[in-house]
T-cell receptor, first 110, second 110 residues
Framework: DAGVTQSPTHLIKTRGQQVTLRCSPKSGHDTVSWYQQALGQGPQFIFQYYEEEERQRGNFPDRFSGHQFPNYSSELNVNALLLGDSALYLC?????????FGPGTRLLVL | KQEVTQIPAALSVPEGENLVLNCSFTDSAIYNLQWFRQDPGKGLTSLLLIQSSQREQTSGRLNASLDKSSGRSTLYIAASQPGDSATYLCAVQEDDKIIFGKGTRLHILP
């Protein structure tokens, strides 16, 4: 049984560009949450998707948007990248309750 | 607003010693509490998960306790080894999101 997978593993972008990160949930899971972990900090909740809708959102600007597909996979999009968006982006999936994390995508913005 | 605090921020101990990492949270209405390990530049590895109705969980040399009424959890590591060196993150889940502490950086001295 495959766990949560994320792609790509690493990514380098320049300021002002746009980026899309992808997440495939654990088999049977229908809910996907995204987190941002800046260097030296704990991960922070960005938003959660369920039934292709954003269900809850953390304190992140509208430059951060997402999507969930009918197969429950999800994308995180960040527009107009800033240097401060450099971080590890973690995806977590769940069915009812406990969230399981993927390995993350490390984004570097130059 | 839920806040998770981890003390100490960093800890160095000689190999073989037993040690305790502390975590406190401000709102006892949690779904569960997890302890994660994170190696430098890597993703999260779940160590122990304690459901809100439970008091402790054990895995090998690790034991985690949960006292919801006081808003505290401890992670006990027995007979520490150099391979235990990592950052340990405490996280509480509320409904749809997980709130993390900033972590304790642990260094086991050979």
């Amino acid at each position: 049984d495959a766990g949560v997978t994320q792609s790509p593993t690493h990514l380098i972008k320049t300021r002002g560009q746009q980026v899309t990160l992808r997440c495939s949930p654990k088999s049977g899971h229908d809910t996907v949450s995204w987190y941002q972990q800046a260097l030296g900090q704990g991960p922070q909740f960005i938003f959660q998707y369920y039934e292709e809708e954003e269900r809850q959102r953390g304190n992140f600007p509208d430059r951060f948007s997402g999507h969930q597909f009918p197969n429950y996979s999800s994308e995180l999009n960040v527009n107009a990248l800033l240097l401060g968006d450099s971080a590890l982006y973690l995806c977590a999936s769940s069915l009812t309750g406990t969230q399981y994390f993927g390995p993350g995508t490390r984004l570097l913005v130059l | 607003k839920q806040e998770v605090t981890q003390i100490p921020a960093a800890l160095s101990v000689p190999e073989g010693e037993n040690l305790v990492l502390n975590c406190s949270f401000t709102d006892s209405a949690i779904y569960n509490l997890q302890w994660f390990r994170q190696d430098p530049g890597k993703g999260l590895t779940s160590l122990l998960l304690i459901q809100s109705s439970q008091r402790e969980q054990t895995s090998g040399r690790l034991n985690a306790s949960l006292d919801k009424s006081s808003g505290r959890s401890t992670l006990y590591i027995a007979a520490s080894q150099p391979g235990d060196s990592a950052t340990y993150l405490c996280a509480v889940q509320e409904d749809d999101k997980i709130i993390f502490g900033k972590g304790t950086r642990l260094h086991i001295l050979p």
